[in-house]
């Protein structure tokens, strides 16, 4: 059973996933400013700040959805009960056990089934909502007057905002749990790690019993760095 | 790792050149350019009337310098008879009381109440001359007083009780060769003076006017644009634009800011979009009665009270008085917040006789309509006077009590100091029955704040508004304000996931470190690290 480093997350994956990060933490500080919770750049330039970060947010949206859909990348969210009581076990029970994951990470499967309702929620739900009522905020006009888009004759803004600060609350949660979640990989930082630098040390062989992954010291033993370059080939084959 | 800093340094530079490229320091809207280029050049009068022989024959009496202005402005007369100057009223409509001829007759105020019966010294304040309770023909152009608002000199001035004419120290001849538009002075004579002093009515029209500094006003500042009155309230035929709402009632012929301006003078859209709902004097008006203080309360429930059967006086530090026995107690304010209301250009007003629904609230001399749902509406800011003052609790009205008289004996309250009875005469005077009973009432009177522009530095700032506390606006619940609102629901659901996750975070994270040491001091025994 031996362990390899592989090239998980391609570049533009990576620079989507930190930007959107840094994004959604520069949208709730200021957003929150708006709200009137915090007060730190000055009401003035953080409905400027807020306002900038969404149209920098919905660019890389964009180019995020190009690209999930252009590498396939976008069928690892496809939701799947299969393994999903095991994977609650697993956070409530077996991680304590030092018990192995239920389910394998794969190039091809990098989301354990929780992760894939979570994070499809967020892109099909929380998301949008976040943009559309942020959108909304932006260009919504009083209704008798013109400008702005005429068909945006929305009475009072009082229900968008209430929407899109709760989304906020949400995506802070997310936040929260994503942090924490993020230790529980092999090693406390091995998650992190990989987001940063692309690869990680996954599991050579799939669809095994991973009896052996008990003894976690292994971890511990040095990096058997090989043919990293053919590996990547091989992902990238598999990907395509 | 170098594509990490390529990309975040990527990242830095948009975002450094985002907030450069946002940066509004320097702006400055064009039409507020050409307003500073065209203001500054003051005209000179195309003539000289020193030169007009007819101005130069001795004046005996200022109907003669009227003649002498008619027998060349022919027609002028006439435009001066149909204006709200002369007549002391004008055609309004109202909505659910139709077409009124509303003014000084029929309309009260919470201050000194009304004119009738007083007009003698209310007089000085109109543009005529000759005007007493009983004599005064409206009719006759003889009567126009031309000079109060044409004299350029600043010498003429009409004297006390004399029922408008001048005061006899006025060099007639010298004035009439000296006249020319108005000039904040002439206007200011009269309007920096409503209620009896300087400031007491507006609270933003003072004596400070006739020759501020920027801070006082941005636009008449004397070393800034040095506008007269006449430079907004724009004026064609003796028709002068803009009006109080103490008196007006409907959206017309207003003198408003946009007319120089524009809709959206600023830069920045957010702030241009603020103008859909919120009037250019919300923002840049922060504070009014910069200079002096002005009349927030008037109790008229504490007059008449004497010492060793004289009436008496009390001021505060400032001078300002704080007890009349003729007028009861008074509050001051200066650098005063004005509170805000929704407006949308119509009002109503309480009129002699009307009937008071409800007296357990405060009534409202002038109703200024308006809220959020209303297209029209805009906030603006207002100083709102609040007074207790005279009715009839049988019959439901205000009050008009007899004043003002030169003796005791004709039942004067300023004489007589007996309420009941300058309450028959007085009522008896505008031809309402009276009960015989009196009692006091809570009344507030609105008046838009308008002058004493700030400079752009001193501008309300968002926070003053969109904040939890002490928001500027409040009072006006009838909308949804970011920062200012939120739905407590919201709320506690939103800070309520988010301590749940972290609790949830912390003791899972407590007992996997507790559980992973465990295994770790005893690495044999794997039954014991089960939780
Ligand atoms: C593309 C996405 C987004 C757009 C277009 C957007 C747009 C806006 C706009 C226009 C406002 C109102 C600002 C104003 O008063 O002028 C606002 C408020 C706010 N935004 Fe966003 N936003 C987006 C994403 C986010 C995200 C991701 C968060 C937090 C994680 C967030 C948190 C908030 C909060 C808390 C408020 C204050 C709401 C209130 O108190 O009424 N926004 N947003």
């Given at each position: 059973m ?7 997350y391609k ?5 989507w996933?930190?930007t959107?990060?840094?994004l959604?933490?520069f949208?709730?500080f ?6 009137g ?5 000055g009401?003035?330039n953080?409905v400027r700040y807020?306002?900038?970060?969404a149209?920098a947010?919905i660019?890389l949206i ?10 396939g990348?976008?069928?690892q ?5 299969e393994h999903?009581?095991?994977q609650?076990d697993?956070?409530?029970?077996g991680i304590?056990?030092n018990a ?7 190039v091809?499967s990098k989301?354990n089934p929780?992760?894939k309702?979570?994070?499809l929620?967020?892109?099909?739900l929380?998301?949008?909502i976040?943009?559309?009522?942020g959108l909304?905020y ?5 209704p ?7 068909g945006l004759?929305i009475?009072s803004?009082?229900?968008?905002a209430l929407?899109?600060?709760f989304?906020?609350f949400?995506?802070?949660t ?5 942090l924490?979640?993020i ?7 091995s998650?992190l790690?990989a ?10 062989t799939?669809?095994?019993e991973?009896?052996?992954s ?7 033993s040095?990096?058997?760095?090989q ?13 395509i | ?6 990309v975040?340094?990527?990242?830095g ?12 320091e320097n702006y ?6 050409l307003?500073e280029?065209?203001y ?7 003539v000289?009337?020193?030169?007009f ?8 009496t ?6 002498a202005c008619?027998?060349c402005h ?5 435009e001066i008879?149909r204006s ?5 009223e004008?055609?309004e409509?109202?909505?659910g009381?139709?077409i009124?001829d509303?003014?000084k007759r029929?309309?009260?105020n ?6 009738e ?7 000085k304040?109109h543009?005529g001359f ?9 009719t006759?152009s003889?009567?126009i ?5 044409h004299?350029?000199?600043?010498t003429?001035v009409k ?7 001048p005061?006899?120290s006025?060099d007639?001849?010298?004035?009439s060769q000296?006249?020319g538009?108005p000039?904040r002075?002439?206007c200011?004579?009269?309007h920096?003076f409503?209620?009896g ?6 609270g933003?029209l003072?004596?400070a006017?006739?020759e501020p ?7 008449m500042?004397?070393?800034g644009?040095?506008l007269q009155c006449i430079?907004?309230h724009l004026t064609?035929?003796?028709?002068i634009?803009?009006?109080m709402y103490s008196?007006?009632?409907?959206n017309?012929d207003r003198?408003t800011?946009e ?6 003078p600023?830069?920045e859209d957010?702030?241009?979009e603020?103008t859909y ?9 922060p504070v009014?009665?910069?200079?002096n203080?002005?009349k927030?309360a008037?109790d008229?429930?504490?007059a008449?009270?004497?010492k060793?059967?004289?009436?008496y006086?009390?001021?505060d530090a400032?001078?300002n008085?704080?007890y009349?026995?003729i007028?009861?107690s ?7 917040k004005?509170?805000?209301i929704?407006f949308?250009?119509t009002a109503d007003?309480y ?13 409202k001399?002038?109703?200024l309509?308006?809220s959020y749902s209303?297209?029209?509406s805009?906030?603006?800011p207002?100083?709102?006077h609040r007074a207790i003052?005279?009715?009839d609790?049988?019959y439901?009205v205000?009050?008009q009590p007899k004043?003002f ?17 300058s309450?028959?005469v007085?009522m008896?005077d505008v031809k309402?029955?009276?009960?015989g009973?009196f009692?006091?009432?809570?009344t ?5 704040v308008n002058?004493m ?6 501008t309300?700032q968002?926070?003053e ?8 606006l409040?009072?006006l619940t009838d ?13 506690t ?8 996750t ?8 407590t007992?996997?470190?507790?559980s992973?040491r ?7 025994n794997q039954?014991?690290?089960?939780v």
């Amino acid at each position: 059973m031996g362990k390899n480093k592989v090239y998980i997350y391609k570049s533009f994956e990576r620079f989507w996933h930190w930007t959107q990060a840094l994004l959604i933490f520069f949208l709730a500080f200021t957003g929150f400013e708006i709200h009137g919770s915090i007060s730190f750049f000055g009401y003035l330039n953080a409905v400027r700040y807020h306002n900038i970060a969404a149209y920098a947010f919905i660019v890389l949206i964009i180019f995020a959805i190009f690209w999930h859909l252009s590498t396939g990348e976008w069928k690892q969210y496809l939701p799947t009960l299969e393994h999903i009581r095991s994977q609650i076990d697993y956070y409530l029970f077996g991680i304590f056990r030092n018990a192995p994951h239920p389910t394998k990470k794969t190039v091809l499967s990098k989301l354990n089934p929780l992760q894939k309702l979570v994070y499809l929620g967020l892109k099909i739900l929380v998301i949008p909502i976040m943009v559309i009522s942020g959108l909304l905020y932006m260009f919504y006009r009083y209704p008798q007057k013109g400008g702005g888009i005429a068909g945006l004759n929305i009475g009072s803004i009082e229900p968008i905002a209430l929407i899109h600060t709760f989304g906020a609350f949400l995506l802070i949660t997310f936040v929260i749990a994503h942090l924490y979640l993020i230790t529980t990989g092999t090693t406390i930082t091995s998650n992190l790690r990989a987001m940063i630098t692309g690869y990680e040390e996954l599991e050579e062989t799939e669809g095994d019993e991973n009896k052996s992954s008990e003894n976690s010291d292994e971890v511990k033993s040095p990096e058997k760095k090989q043919n990293i370059e053919v590996e990547t080939v091989l992902v990238e084959k598999e990907i395509i | 790792m170098k594509k990490i800093v390529l990309v975040l340094l990527l990242i830095g530079l948009i975002i450094f050149l985002s907030v450069k490229l946002l940066t509004t320091e320097n702006y400055k809207p064009t039409a507020l350019s050409l307003l500073e280029e065209k203001y500054p050049k003051k005209e000179t009068s195309s003539v000289d009337h020193s030169q007009f022989a007819v101005l130069q024959k001795k004046f005996n009496t200022p109907q003669e310098v009227t003649e002498a202005c008619i027998s060349c402005h022919t027609e002028r007369d006439k435009e001066i008879m149909r204006s709200s100057h002369w007549n002391w009223e004008r055609e309004e409509y109202i909505a659910g009381r139709g077409i009124v001829d509303i003014g000084k007759r029929n309309a009260v105020n919470n201050f000194c109440i009304g004119v009738e019966g007083n007009e003698q010294s209310c007089a000085k304040c109109h543009i005529g001359f000759g005007m007493t309770s009983t004599t005064f023909s409206f009719t006759d152009s003889k009567n126009i007083d031309c000079l109060v608002c044409h004299d350029n000199t600043e010498t003429y001035v009409k004297g006390n009780e004399l029922a408008g004419l001048p005061d006899p120290s006025v060099d007639l001849n010298y004035v009439s060769q000296h006249v020319g538009k108005p000039k904040r002075s002439n206007c200011g004579v009269c309007h920096f003076f409503g209620g009896g002093g300087n400031n007491v009515k507006h609270g933003d029209l003072e004596s400070a006017l006739f020759e501020p500094s920027k801070d006082v006003d941005v636009h008449m500042a004397v070393e800034g644009a040095d506008l007269q009155c006449i430079d907004c309230h724009l004026t064609e035929k003796h028709k002068i634009l803009g009006k109080m709402y103490s008196l007006s009632s409907m959206n017309k012929d207003r003198s408003t800011c946009e007319e120089c301006h524009t809709e959206n003078p600023h830069k920045e859209d957010i702030l241009n979009e603020h103008t859909y709902k919120v009037a250019c004097q919300a923002c840049h008006i922060p504070v009014y009665a910069k200079v002096n203080a002005t009349k927030t309360a008037w109790d008229w429930s504490t007059a008449g009270k004497l010492k060793n059967g004289q009436p008496y006086e009390e001021d505060d530090a400032d001078g300002n008085h704080t007890y009349l026995s003729i007028k009861g107690s008074f509050k001051w304010g200066k650098n005063l917040k004005p509170e805000y209301i929704w407006f949308n250009g119509t009002a109503d007003h309480y009129l002699l006789g009307d009937v008071i629904n409800d007296t357990t609230k405060p009534l409202k001399i002038n109703t200024l309509n308006g809220s959020y749902s209303d297209k029209d509406s805009k906030i603006i800011p207002v100083k709102i006077h609040r007074a207790i003052q005279p009715f009839d609790p049988v019959y439901k009205v205000l009050i008009q009590p007899k004043l003002f008289a030169d003796k005791k004996g004709e039942g004067a309250f300023w004489q007589d100091f007996d309420w009941r009875r300058s309450s028959a005469v007085g009522m008896k005077d505008v031809k309402l029955p009276f009960s015989g009973k009196f009692s006091f009432i809570k009344t507030e009177m609105y008046w838009p704040v308008n002058h004493m522009v700030s400079t752009k530095d001193k501008t309300v700032q968002c926070n003053e508004c969109h904040s939890r506390n002490n928001s500027r606006l409040a009072a006006l619940t009838d909308f949804y304000m970011p920062a200012r609102d939120y739905s407590s629901f919201v709320e506690t659901a939103g800070i309520g996931i988010i301590l749940l996750t972290l609790f949830g975070v912390f003791v899972h994270g407590t007992v996997r470190v507790f559980s992973s040491r465990k295994r770790k001091a005893s690495p044999n025994n794997q039954n014991l690290s089960g939780v």
